[in-house]
């Protein structure tokens, strides 16, 4: 949605923090596929967190007031391409990807963003080199989208404003219980031109009767995660509160490498620097130094009241919260039948979940795992995350249905010395050039057209066609149809690990 605007207007830079792996919504978030990726609001959209994030911070260039840049969205090297698969799906909106090698928090992430941002805007214009950024993360739901886009845009104009560029501008969410999972930011004095309050200070997530208290109150807000700032406002608080981190990231930054996906941009910076940045969030290396009872800070914190139906889906119940439910308050997803059931969400994604005489309950079904809780005690679920990663469980890390570059890959049985997978591959896609040292692999073709290198020889098979690849074999799979690929492939061997794949060659930049 980028648009044409004069050489006057401000440069507004919307920045997506798509970090994180979602542990309180296991077994549906994963590592290797967290919330964000995940549709699960619950209205008819079809559209994941991400992409709505990425729409709904768009949105903000209804008024032509200001030029939209292109979004830049931080994530993790290992997610950039289901980022990208559901960025494609997106139309109108330009983005950028930086690619964190190692997660190190949300301070470290707006940095990478914040000098990027810079990087871009004084190479579009040399008077646009300080833009205005936006900050959300990928994993929130906003039911109100007017007034969503009412208050960032009060946000905008709040540091807009302050030609000292001291100001940083926080949303703040108008709380509807006494809520235990967030942090709160507690207001003072009235509000200024552009709807704006001090902010006092910050407290952090509180017990039942304190929450109650802040409630009543009336002044505190939850924090909502999502910030507005000059680009060079946050570099020069966070070289004044944690220069450590700004130096380091600074390095890694430095460092980067830049390659494309079509008109996406690929940026990935410095490894091993990265890797020596200290692991902080945005609140405690910045935010919560900044507001008045800091006397010390030369920075202002800013807030704007969000009152827009915000959910930022932390737990099963959150989702339960924001789902279509019935009559009974039951939010049911899949093939689920159910008898006498009250106020519980229950997901199936692949098998008949029933459920009879049960109250106050999630129940998650996937084709590996199933996690049921009482849904008022959902927040602990990442204590089973916990002891997952304690005896090295794969299902913290991986459904049984993967996503690859490439297509997908599900492993549909497995026992001593054999694993069976179905397998799909895009049209005009293909698997990377590799070998396996401990495992050899029957292919049978059941739909499409197979391109098959093996060692030496290349084939093409079709359907009830099949090839075998010795262990030790350099192999290949490919389309080259027009239509999805799908193959039954036999492993056979001593060790059947992931791990075992020796890449020869790779269209996707994996080692």
Not at 4 to 23: K, M, N
Not at 118 to 137: E, W
Request: proline letters at 4%; hydrophobic letters at 40%.
């Amino acid at each position: 949605m980028t648009t044409s605007q004069s050489s006057t207007s401000t440069s507004v830079v919307p920045i997506i923090l798509c970090g994180g792996s979602g542990t309180r919504l296991w077994p549906l978030s994963r590592s290797g596929f967290p919330k964000q990726f995940l549709v699960l609001s619950g209205d008819d959209s079809g559209k994941s967190l991400f992409q709505q994030a990425i729409e709904r911070i768009n949105a903000i260039d209804s008024t032509n007031d200001f030029e939209l840049g292109p979004t830049l969205i931080v994530t993790n090297e290992e997610h950039r391409f289901l980022a990208l698969d559901q960025l494609r799906e997106l139309k109108g909106i330009q983005t950028n990807l930086l690619l964190e090698p190692v997660g190190r928090n949300t301070a470290p992430a707006l940095t990478l963003a914040a000098f990027q941002a810079q990087y871009f805007a004084a190479n579009a214009s040399p008077q646009k080199g300080d833009p205005i950024l936006v900050i959300t993360p990928a994993d929130q739901t906003i039911r109100n989208q007017s007034s969503f886009i009412k208050s960032l845009q009060s946000c905008i104009a709040t540091v807009e404003a302050d030609q000292s560029k001291k100001t940083i501008a926080i949303l703040g969410i108008t709380p509807c219980a006494p809520e235990t999972g967030y942090g709160y930011i507690k207001r003072q004095g009235d509000a200024g031109i552009h709807g704006e309050f001090d902010v006092e200070r910050f407290v952090e997530k509180p017990d039942t009767s304190k929450a109650e208290a802040y409630l009543k109150e009336g002044d505190y807000l939850w924090n909502s995660g999502m910030f507005v700032l000059r680009a060079s406002t946050w570099l020069a608080a966070l070289k004044e509160f944690r220069p450590d981190i700004y130096i380091a990231t600074e390095s890694a930054w430095s460092a980067r490498a830049i390659d494309r996906a079509g008109d996406v941009a690929f940026i990935r910076p410095g490894v091993e620097a990265f890797k020596t940045v200290p692991s902080e969030s945005i609140d405690y290396a910045v935010i919560e130094r900044c507001a008045s009872s800091q006397e010390s800070s030369p920075f202002s914190i800013k807030m704007i009241e969000l009152d827009a139906g915000w959910n930022d889906l932390g737990a099963w119940d959150a989702v339960w919260q924001v789902g279509n439910q019935d009559e009974n308050a039951n939010v049911i997803t899949g093939d689920v039948i159910v008898d006498d059931v009250k106020n519980s969400l229950i997901y199936s994604s692949s098998r008949l979940v029933s459920a009879v005489g049960v109250d106050d309950l999630i129940i998650v079904e996937t084709a590996d795992a199933v996690l049921v809780a009482n849904r008022r005690s959902s927040q602990t679920v990442k204590s089973v995350v916990e002891l997952l990663q304690s005896q090295q469980r794969e299902e913290k890390n991986l459904h049984r249905k993967v996503a690859r570059p490439w297509g997908w890959y599900d492993s549909i049985d497995q026992g001593d010395r054999f694993k069976v997978k179905r397998i799909q591959v895009k049209p005009g896609a293909s698997l990377s050039l590799q070998m396996h040292e401990h495992r050899a692999e029957h292919w049978v073709v059941v739909r499409g057209i197979a391109e098959i290198t093996n060692g030496d020889q290349v084939m093409t098979l079709t359907e009830n066609q099949s090839t075998y690849i010795p262990q030790g074999q350099t192999h290949r799979l490919a389309n080259p149809g027009n239509e999805p690929l799908e193959i039954i492939e036999v492993q056979s061997g001593a060790y059947l690990g992931e791990d075992d794949i020796v890449r020869l060659e790779d269209a996707y930049g994996r080692g």
